[in-house]
């Protein structure tokens, strides 16, 4: 096994044990990012390597000086790129933004500072994070390591690409309808996106405001706990922070799960989903019986107003977070022209792609006077709905599980001139951010060779118990330790 197939635990306990180094770890990254990412185009920016291989030194002195340090110092990692990194560029995957270097870091750029990992770089992603495939990007398109000719998921395409192409340990992305879970989904790794208020998004560049989370792609549960030990916790610099005492969700694993109640939602596995989908993640489901745990299902009848509600709620906001992008202040600012107005329309017309400005036009007018009430408000109402469909059923049931993605990896291309068809992606994944809940992506197989993604949805701060249960259910799905074949450079037949 090469060191960069290591999970980010494994790597840690070898480090710990003085078998390799943190800088063994971050050249073999380093070797793997220089024979792939001309193929998989996961990164926006890879830092300069002589800078990344001096942290792993320095990391490597602390160790040797006796320094206690967290259990993942010294693992080479990256963040998507929406998240702030102080002067280093940080572009949303925009034009608008290709030039900006935050003055700060990111809340959780800190936290993983502080616990001594090795950031390499920053992920590709669709712009703004307004996507399902990547595609959206304005640098180019990332592949899926399983199949370069399909999506990687978004808009944490690129995070989730790199870890399932062992570029890295492990990554960051963001999650607004599903942004960590679909691509992990699609990318055969684990995603979690948190309750909302449980990790800071202090220095997230904003996407919607009452539905952006941050949230770790890893190889496997374990290295979820792991990650979401660092980064989770109260941050007086984010008001929707929220004060609690912290938790060590490593401790949760490998406890037992027998007598947990799972609920299988109906709604999720009717209309819209493949077949050989839905028999993966039944085929997964059946195992529970093994753990002692109990299946039913369960009816979320609001569920099939999920899509709109959220294609208004998420697009109002949005509308509202990127009207500071004028071109005045910081970014991309088109030619002067004779007066301001003139200097804004030009500005945006050039540094926003279609789909952001699709949705920037549909959440002004779902805002504007007269719509107001007939759209946006109404949305809020069915929000609310949504939401008590979960307090309902968590009522008597400890956690919910329904497939992450309707469909395995599409092909590039097949979905972006309709998007309609495209927002249905998320179908299945946008409900746990309107309601605010805990949800996790784990791979439970494959169909067509290509990876399915089993939704494990837990109450309100309840992700150690989520974590619980996926780490036991990932033992006996036999998935882990699967790696797709990366095909070599000269094969490409296109440059996108």
């Keep these: 096994m090469e060191l960069y197939e290591m999970t980010a635990y494994e790597a840690a306990t070898a480090l710990q044990k003085k078998e390799v180094t943190s800088l063994d770890l971050t ?100 712009e703004f994070a307004m996507g399902s495939s990547t595609e959206n990007s304005s640098f180019y398109h990332t592949r899926n390591p399983w199949d370069i000719s399909r999506v990687p998921g978004g808009s944490s395409g ?35 996106k948190p309750t909302y208020g449980l990790i800071s998004r202090y220095g997230l560049i904003a996407f919607a405001s009452s539905l952006d989370q941050i949230g770790p792609l890893t190889k496997d549960v374990r290295d979820c706990a792991l990650v979401l030990d660092i980064i989770a916790g109260n941050d007086p610099r984010d008001s929707t922070s929220v004060p609690r005492e912290k938790e060590k969700y490593a401790g949760y694993l490998g406890r037992e799960v027998r007598g947990f109640k799972i609920g299988l939602p109906r709604e999720y596995f009717e209309e819209g989903i493949e077949e050989p989908v839905r028999k993966v993640v039944m085929e997964a489901m059946a195992h529970c019986g093994q753990l002692g745990v109990e299946v039913e299902e369960v009816s979320m009848p609001n569920t099939l107003y ?37 200097l804004y329309r030009k500005t945006r017309n050039q540094g926003f792609g279609p789909e952001v400005k699709r949705r920037i036009m549909l959440g002004t007018y779902a805002l504007s006077s007269g719509y107001y009430d007939a759209y946006y408000l109404k949305a809020l109402k069915v929000r609310t709905l949504i939401r008590q469909d979960f307090e309902r059923v968590f009522q008597d049931y400890d956690l919910i599980v329904t ?71 990932e033992k006996l799905l036999g998935f882990k330790g699967l790696k797709p074949s990366i095909p070599a450079k000269g094969v490409l037949r296109d440059a996108s």
């Design 27 to 126: 050249e073999s990254v380093l070797k793997r990012i220089s024979e792939v990412e001309d193929i998989i185009k996961g990164f926006i920016t890879v830092f300069d390597n002589e800078k990344v291989l001096l942290q792993a030194q320095n990391i490597d002195k602390l160790l040797a000086e006796g320094k206690e340090m967290s259990p993942l110092a010294g693992i080479p990692m990256a963040l998507k790129d929406n998240m702030c990194t102080r002067g280093v560029p940080t572009t949303c995957a925009s034009k608008i933004l290709k030039e900006y270097r935050p003055p700060y870091d990111a809340h959780v750029a800190e936290k993983l500072q502080e616990a001594g990992t090795i950031l390499v770089g920053k992920a590709n992603m669709d």
């Design 158 to 192: 690129g995070s989730a690409s790199l870890v399932a192409a062992d570029e890295i340990f492990f990554s960051l992305g963001s999650d607004t309808g599903g942004s960590v879970r679909q691509p992990a989904s699609l990318c055969g790794v684990v995603g979690l």
């Design 306 to 342: 999920a899509l709109p509600c959220y294609y208004l709620v998420a697009t109002a906001e949005a509308s509202s977070n990127l009207a500071r992008y004028d071109g005045i202040q910081y970014g991309f600012r088109a030619p002067e022209e004779d007066n301001l107005i003139a």
């Design 403 to 473: 497939p992450t993605s309707p469909t395995t990896a599409f092909v590039r291309g097949e979905k972006i001139n309709n998007p309609l068809t495209m927002y249905l992606s998320d179908i299945f994944t946008i409900t746990a951010n309107l309601a605010g809940v805990p949800a996790i992506s784990i791979p439970c197989g494959l169909a067509g060779g290509l990876p399915v993604g089993l939704q494990v949805i837990g109450r309100p701060f309840d992700e150690g118990r989520m974590l619980q249960f996926c780490f036991t259910l």
